[in-house]
């Protein structure tokens, strides 16, 4: 008999409770649970959301939970409800060139493609604070699925009557379709390409090579695509931009490159037609141009506002004009080392050198004030299987002696040049000059590089010697080793034929991924993390980001879970 699971029970309950990094000094400051103004960072607690916006099905989350409006339910929020404005016109602060997250999940990509697409399982948070992946009625492809008896695949069950955006309709052929598009990515090395099937209209299986514990995650969140769109001129590079045929509430009318992208209500998505006919998403990369344009009333919402902007609004500064949302980011900011032959930073004594010349507090409070906290684990905090490296368990205090004695050693007695790469979010870049600074004390002279996400991306994954150092964020609420260590990480540079230190890593994670059972597993993770900081030391983890939205007062129903956008009921009064 198979072990059924139609809707999801594993789940992550974030057992952290955090303030963000202080706006008073460096302080921190105390938590708001979905009512009142903070005075310091304005972190959630437990992991959930803050908010000025009241109850959930209004704007914005309830207590703290990042919540309840829309999330699992299939009924519609304030059905009867209308909106008085028909465009919403929301910042974003760059545009991303494509919405292909097979390359890569850049986060503005992210956001576009939870607006114009679907997975087979969606992300909330319960009332009790608890991250869930799960098929949600309106929002989710797949309404449930098995594992094989033996645990060396699983079969999976699609929602009936979806159509796509030209029409076409949905099925198992599309869904097999998408996953074969990751046949070439590394960490999906447990997926038995070759014998994925379609058993018929809506239900499809796939074979494993070994077990995977995280299978459920990896296959329910790729988004899925029309194969017949794409089999019709399979390389025109529009398919993910202008052209995009998703199954998604809104679909693409326009897109101009690097101004403006235009998408307009689907008349037959599945969930119902959304509240909102059309939403503008504005590439404003100056955080001080959008807060204009949002007292102006140029947007109706800024996503990656300034921290003092939000902390204006949490003060009571707009009352009646402007409110806030806050969501702790799945994912964890981490300053990457590239490792290939072409860098300093193959060496490890290089590695820990940088580490011991750094001060990661002076980098969180100086260049992410309000909307971070210090990151004190490696994989994110919605992870499972947590080590706390926090206070006198941070193995690299600050040690220039140490830190020139290790550069020494290396053979770089004298320092050398490094070029650090971003794609310029602001704080990003203040980052990026507070550790050059840093790094300059024991000799290494950091030259700052900024480029265009797409560019990038591009630079960091496919040429590894035009740049040194980068940050990135890493560890979302799925398997956490798959995603940071698989045959080649490809912002490290860093394979199992040039380093045996991390072949021996990657075997480490592989056999833990096997392990079914969590108790087991949970020692593997415990023990690659304890010996991560004195034998691998591929990347350090820097902060937790927060992640804020500010709109106008009369914008109702906006949710979002971490980087996915619920605006399906969301509308103006």
């Known amino acids: 008999m198979r072990k059924s699971i139609k809707i999801l029970a594993l789940t992550l309950v974030l057992i952290y409770v955090f303030s963000a990094c202080g706006s008073s000094g460096g302080s921190g400051g105390g938590a708001t649970t979905g009512g009142g103004a903070s005075t310091g960072g304005g972190a959630a607690t437990g992991g959930g959301a803050t908010s000025s916006g009241g109850a959930a099905a209004g704007g914005g989350s309830s207590s703290g939970a990042g919540a309840a409006?829309?999330?699992?339910?299939?009924?519609?929020?304030?059905?009867?409800?209308k909106s008085t404005k028909d465009t919403l016109v929301m910042r974003m602060q760059s545009d991303p060139g494509h919405v292909d997250l097979a390359l890569g999940n850049i986060t503005e990509s992210i956001q576009i493609m939870s607006l114009i697409a679907n997975r087979l399982l969606d992300a909330t948070y319960d009332e009790n604070k608890v991250w869930s992946t799960a098929p949600r009625e309106r929002y989710s492809l797949a309404t449930g699925y098995d594992f094989d008896d033996d645990s060396m695949g699983m079969t999976w069950h699609l929602r009936e009557g979806v159509k796509f955006h030209n029409g076409d309709d949905f099925d198992a052929e599309d869904v097999v379709y998408s996953i074969q598009r990751y046949s070439t990515n590394a960490s999906?090395?447990?997926?038995?390409?070759?014998?994925?099937?379609?058993?018929?209209?809506?239900?499809?299986?796939?074979?494993?090579?070994?077990?995977?514990?995280?299978?459920?995650?990896?296959?329910g969140g790729i988004v899925i695509i029309s194969k017949e769109t794409l089999e019709k001129d399979p390389t025109n590079p529009l398919h993910f931009s202008k052209n995009y045929v998703g199954t998604g509430a809104w679909k693409i009318a326009n897109w101009i490159d690097g101004d403006s992208i235009t998408l307009k209500a689907f008349d037959g998505y599945f969930g119902g037609k959304a509240k909102i006919e059309n939403i503008v998403i504005r590439f404003i990369p100056d955080a001080a141009v959008a807060m204009m344009e949002l007292e102006t009333g140029g947007v109706d919402l800024v996503d990656v506002p300034s921290w003092p902007s939000v902390k204006s609004v949490m003060d009571g500064n707009y009352e009646g004009q402007i409110k806030y949302t806050g969501t702790t980011d799945n994912y964890l900011l981490h300053l990457w080392f590239n490792c290939s032959e072409n860098s300093p930073f193959k060496n490890f004594k290089v590695r820990q050198a940088a580490m011991y010349a750094m001060n990661r507090e002076d980098i969180a409070y100086g260049a992410f004030e309000g909307i971070a906290i210090l990151a004190n684990t490696i994989p994110s905090i919605v992870a499972d299987d947590l080590v706390d490296f926090s206070g006198d368990k941070w193995p690299y205090p600050q040690d220039i002696g140490k830190a020139k004695a290790?550069?020494?050693e290396a053979g770089y007695p004298n320092g050398f040049d490094a070029k650090i790469i971003n794609y310029g979010d602001q704080n990003d870049v203040l980052a990026n000059q507070i550790l050059k600074n840093q790094l300059s004390a024991i000799g290494i002279n950091l030259t700052i590089e900024q480029f265009d996400t797409a560019t990038w991306i591009s630079i960091m994954t496919t040429q590894p010697s035009d740049w040194d150092l980068c940050f990135r964020l890493l560890g979302g609420p799925g398997s956490w080793l798959g995603m940071m260590w698989n045959t080649n990480r490809q912002w490290t540079h860093v394979t199992v034929e040039s380093d045996p230190a991390?072949?021996?890593?990657?075997?480490?994670?592989r056999e833990g991924q096997k392990i079914l059972d969590y108790d087991k597993r949970a020692e593997v993770h415990y023990e690659i993390q304890n010996r991560y900081f004195q034998e691998?030391?591929?990347?350090?983890?820097?902060?937790?980001?927060?992640?804020?939205?500010?709109?106008?007062?009369?914008?109702?129903?906006?949710?979002?879970?971490?980087?996915?956008?619920s605006m399906l009921d969301a509308y103006f009064d």
């Open 188 to 219: 999906w090395y447990w997926c038995d390409f070759p014998n994925i099937k379609v058993v018929d209209t809506y239900t499809f299986h796939v074979p494993f090579t070994e077990p995977f514990s995280r299978a459920y995650s990896s296959i």
């Open 406 to 408: 290790l550069l020494a």
């Open 502 to 509: 991390f072949a021996e890593l990657y075997t480490l994670a």
């Open 536 to 565: 691998w030391l591929y990347s350090t983890p820097i902060i937790q980001k927060m992640l804020y939205i500010l709109y106008a007062d009369n914008l109702q129903g906006v949710l979002r879970y971490g980087y996915y956008w």
């Open 69 to 81: 409006a829309g999330g699992g339910s299939g009924a519609p929020v304030n059905a009867d409800v």
